[in-house]
């Protein structure tokens, strides 16, 4: 048996609503026809009264969740792209956002976006907007990268006392399979080390993990050790890891697939510069989306966004140095 | 907060009424003079950012409060002090978030209209017009889902506010639902300086309510009778499960957007027309001509009123503000989850 | 592009509606023909990402094209292939942006639907639903503003994309400032596989028009004669300073919400109902019952249409993909104003 | 005569509208009131059929301008505040920011966001938002810092041919007066030193720049030279310009007013870790506000916020390694 990144978020879906009884499901196309990716395939029918369908109204459905958690539900609201979630930004930034400094009333909501980059999908329908989110103070942005954290992280998302903005990788949905689900975890929050090496350390999240881990295998007939540290969430973000990776291997490398103004990769080569400036050998370097959005031919779309090739190249330079 | 008592007696309902209207006026009044004293402090200098008033409103405002049960839900705007005082905020509460001490329901970290305590049904306001309407419509949706009946929210928008795109997808998620959503409007005339027509181009705001399969209501906002009338057969409909209900009340502002606004493009024409009558005034005519009260005990009402209000602000003065180095810099309640990252440990 | 003669004699109106049945049908069957082989191209694994079809809705599509005059502004939706034809897209440009060549319009840079030439008024959609009413708006403002006359502008929805905040704030905003926009919604009865009972609660959309105080105006999308007739006159209205007029045509998606999609949620009743009439047909009936072209035309046009579909995809398959290396990557124009950081320089 | 940071928008503006027939002013209570800081007070008298009042719309007010500037014309949209932007902000990431590289028709579109804290104002009425703009492709994001650049830069602003968000802070409003408008200008792009100094380099923009002006002055009695650099435009981020002053003093603190997490102090610093670490003496700082929701009572707002006290302290702790 295996099972897929994306049936790993069907699965979660259904082990939340099984567990607690104030765990429902909104969002457009959700219920009967089990969403647009059939991330909630037959949820409705196994969940009689809990999964419904949304009208086209992202600012509504999150204002819905919002007061649905200060009456103490815990909604979670797929988004169809992550790019529609702009339409639903207000209430996201805004309400949920702030609500529990404001009020002390925690906002249980997980809003589960499809993110990222596809062949041919183009400028709205593969951003990446876990930035926008993560400068919000009173968020959560996890971007799982594997199937076992994409299981894992959603049920904890749900659990969470806070909004969770839930960032799950569209290319990664029928790509990525593993043989199980998990029964353990690591905890949310804490970032993972998804291969050890010791020349140099690739930070990177949900897809760009992958890339990165092919860079890494790239460059170990070269020789070379890559350490490859996967955020796992991007807020908070794990710091302490990245800088004990960066103590073992004193080169930093920071690959994400947003744009490249003041995104993740920054924020941790600022963290890393400011608290770890002693351990690093080189300067360290950041690889991102270039600044256009995203085009919709496969051969433009292959050289926007960063690759395994791209990475082996910047890590090279590197560790040439 | 009085319920509709649907088969009474004409005795009985004449009481009704008379106590109705008694409620509503000694709120109107707490809530007149409490605006007042806000104007002044803020005159003053005692209050910080901005003071919103709603003078002129407060017999539509009113009419919401004493509709709706403690076990309602009600979002108030910012013209809504009497609908706030008479769904059960104390003068405390007001006065401690409008002087930002750290003992009120915001503790300092939200100020004036953006006050609530959700958990009591009674929402706080984010300023974004429309935003909160579809909070509302979610306290609704999870009462439901959790088996709780004859529940009604109410929340209130401005004339203004009706051009949000967050209130057509509110409305609109309320009737796709058929929640229980009373929603009212208070048309003042204006959106800040702008006049209706450069607002909207229907003939009547409640011709919207068809579009949204949703039931319309019309009412004089200066006349509290009517208020009291419209508003609390919008809330029993509501109840009984007709659905979401649209309530647009006619009115003027009789006052600046704030108190730094001087409100000069206010036409004088309106203020001059029936719109620009005083409610309260209106409201204490109903009670004399009906011989519900008397010039007497409606000085006793405000003496009485004024005296809280004054004591409450000394009292709310002498308590402390916020103490940034007590404070909690974490906007999220689990504490496993903040940011441990701390800028330069300064 | 046809304009309404409004004053013509009986037989001057027979030949001007002969002429625009004939020339609707034709733009309707390359629309078709065009859609089937986009459908098979994908398929056949050519197309990237992906193929959204207009099967069902080219009689209401085509009606838009065929009133629009070139001078006219159109902002064409998902399903609008047989709008866009007429309204002078040619099929190299279609095919030229859904099968990503770098000379197409969009030159790779985006695909399928969301095509346009917007210096010739021909807008280029965003996915965000509503998003294109008020860019719309914004072309006739700008027109006024510079003193051109005798314009409309024309964009569409989805029954779904009605509850949009997007869609309430454009129309209001079209309403305040009296643009001469038609907007037209294809009410197919669902939003992907939600019906409409999950996404509105009116009886009927049109009721929404009186709430923004425009003209409502309803249609039978399956039939091309009402079609003409209607989105014919609502154009009309708007061109001779009517304000803005809403459009609501009923029928039915006979096809997938995109290529991907079986569409097996579509209720069977409403398949065999009225609605479920395939438009083409309807207007091929109507063309021969009125002896306005007999069965051999219409098949030199479907063969002609064929030919001219199949040459432009070999010769659109021939041409280059867009280059990397030679993309200008940046997304602002300002040439000195370019972000000068490089990353890695890799 | 002396003249306010908000009497220098008004003349930009009367200046642009005076200069260019194709420019109009929209926004909610723009015309005869002259806007709710009174920034275009008098416009709609001195230049009838140019100014109109908009309906609380803001996705339609961006769409509005959006279409007018495919049509050649050239709006100027003021947000009552900045914080209200979220409700236009898909029209202008998704569309605005768009439209040139998806059509090659240019979007010259200026959006003023009248931003950043003053005491009293809240969560909702105090935000400092250019980060989640200057993070979409195809924006320029410009924060002047003086009554000169106010103006200059917003009449540049509305000759670019691009979108700009105008981030005008309303601190300044009336607190920064200057002797008289400039006829001359630097050009948009570039930062300029607004205090030379071979110690330590501070960066900032907008309202910042004063608060690390303020701390130049305090640190110079001990002895201590502080360059300050203001930024004037975030996006494009002139990256030169700090460089070459780390470069002469060696150490960085970068300041901001934004939350803390992937702003335009992360970018900064990025950046010189990337391509000048070796320039860098001391581990590069930065200070930004507290990453919790901008608070309504003075004493907690004073504390949310960085200000020259808290830079002075900053720096101290650095010229000391
Ligand atoms: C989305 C949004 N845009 C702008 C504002 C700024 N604003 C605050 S009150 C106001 C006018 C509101 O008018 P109306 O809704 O008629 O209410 P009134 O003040 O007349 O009670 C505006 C524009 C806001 N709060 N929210
Ligand atoms: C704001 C927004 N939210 C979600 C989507 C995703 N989406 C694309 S098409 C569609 C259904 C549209 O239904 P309708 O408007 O009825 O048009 P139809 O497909 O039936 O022609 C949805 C939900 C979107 N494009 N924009
Ligand atoms: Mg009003
Ligand atoms: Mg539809």
């Known amino acids: ?321 | 907060m009085f319920d509709t008592v649907l088969d009474a007696s004409v005795v009985g309902e004449t009481d009704r009424l008379r106590e109705l209207h008694l409620s509503a006026y000694r709120f109107m009044l707490q809530a007149r003079l409490l605006d007042e004293k806000l104007a002044s402090l803020y005159r003053a200098g005692k209050i910080h950012g901005g003071v919103f008033l709603s003078r002129g409103q407060e017999a539509l405002s009113v009419a919401i409060g004493v509709s709706l049960r403690k076990t309602d839900v009600f979002a108030p705007l910012i013209r809504d002090s009497a609908g706030r005082l008479a769904f059960g905020e104390t003068i405390l509460d007001s006065l401690q978030t409008c002087l930002g001490s750290a003992l009120g329901p915001m503790r300092g970290r939200d100020g004036n209209v953006h006050r609530g305590k959700p958990r009591e049904g009674y929402l706080a306001m984010i300023s974004h017009l429309g935003a909160m309407i579809s909070v509302v419509n979610g306290t609704l949706f999870a009462r439901r889902f959790k088996g709780v009946k004859d529940v009604v929210g109410v929340t209130c928008i401005g004339d203004g506010g009706t051009a949000t795109g967050a209130f057509h997808e509110a409305l609109n998620q309320a009737a796709v639902e058929k929640l229980p959503l009373v929603l009212v409007v208070a048309n003042n005339q204006y959106a800040y300086s702008t006049p209706n027509d450069r607002e909207f181009a229907c003939a009547d705001l409640t011709d919207r309510a068809v579009g949204y399969g949703i039931t319309p209501h019309s009412v004089d906002g200066t006349d509290l009778t009517a208020c009291l009338d419209v508003v609390g057969r919008a809330v029993a409909q509501a109840r009984r499960g007709e659905g979401p209900q649209l309530v647009v009340a006619s009115l003027l502002r009789l006052c600046g957007h704030g108190e730094h606004d001087d409100a000069g493009y206010i036409d004088p024409k309106k203020k001059n027309s029936p719109l620009g009558r005083d409610c309260l005034k209106v409201a204490e005519d109903i009670l004399l001509n009906r011989q519900w009260a008397d010039a007497t005990e409606m000085a006793v009402w405000r003496n009485e009123a004024l005296r809280i209000i004054e004591t409450t602000v000394a009292r709310v003065q002498r308590e402390p503000a916020p103490d940034p180095f007590a404070e909690h810099w974490t906007a999220i309640s689990t504490r496993d989850l903040r940011e441990t990252h701390d800028e330069l440990g300064v």
Chains 1, 4 share one sequence.
């Open chain 1, 1 to 321: 048996m295996s099972i897929t990144y994306l049936e790993a978020i069907r699965e979660a879906q259904a082990v939340a609503l099984r567990d607690d009884p104030r765990v429902f499901i909104y969002g457009q196309d959700v219920a009967a026809f089990g969403g647009a990716f059939k991330a909630t395939k037959n949820l409705a029918r196994e969940f009689p009264g809990r999964v419904f369908d949304a009208p086209i109204s992202e600012d509504a459905m999150i204002g819905m969740a919002v007061g649905a958690a200060v009456e103490g539900l815990r909604p979670i609201v797929e988004m169809q792209f992550a790019d529609f979630s702009t339409a639903g930004f207000n209430q996201i930034v805004n309400q949920a956002a702030t609500l529990f400094w404001r009020t002390k009333i925690p906002c249980s909501l997980t809003v589960r976006l499809p993110f990222g980059g596809t062949s041919g999908s183009g400028p709205f329908h593969s951003q990446s907007l876990e930035t926008i989110y993560a400068h919000y103070p009173g968020l959560i942005v996890m971007t799982p990268a594997t199937v076992e954290d994409a299981y894992s992280m959603l049920i904890a998302a749900v659990a969470i006392d806070d909004p969770v903005i839930f960032c799950e990788h569209k290319f990664l949905y029928y790509h990525l399979k593993a043989e199980a689900l998990p029964s353990e975890a690591l905890p949310v929050g804490k970032a993972r080390i998804a291969r050890e090496g010791r020349d140099l350390t690739i930070v990177a999240y949900s897809a760009m993990v992958h890339e990165a881990l092919a860079a890494a295998a790239e460059l170990a007939p070269e020789g070379w050790q890559i350490e490859v540290v996967d955020l796992r969430t991007v807020k908070p973000l794990d710091t302490d890891t990245v800088m004990a990776s960066v103590a073992r291997t004193g080169r930093l490398l920071c690959v994400g697939e947003a744009w490249p103004w003041g995104g993740v990769t920054a924020e941790v080569i600022a963290r890393v510069a400011s608290e770890g400036f002693g351990l690093l050998d080189v300067p360290p370097q950041r690889l991102n989306a270039k600044d256009t959005p995203i085009p919709y031919h496969p051969n433009l779309w292959a050289a926007h966004r960063p690759t395994a090739r791209a990475i082996a190249v910047a890590a090279r330079k590197m560790l040439r140095q």
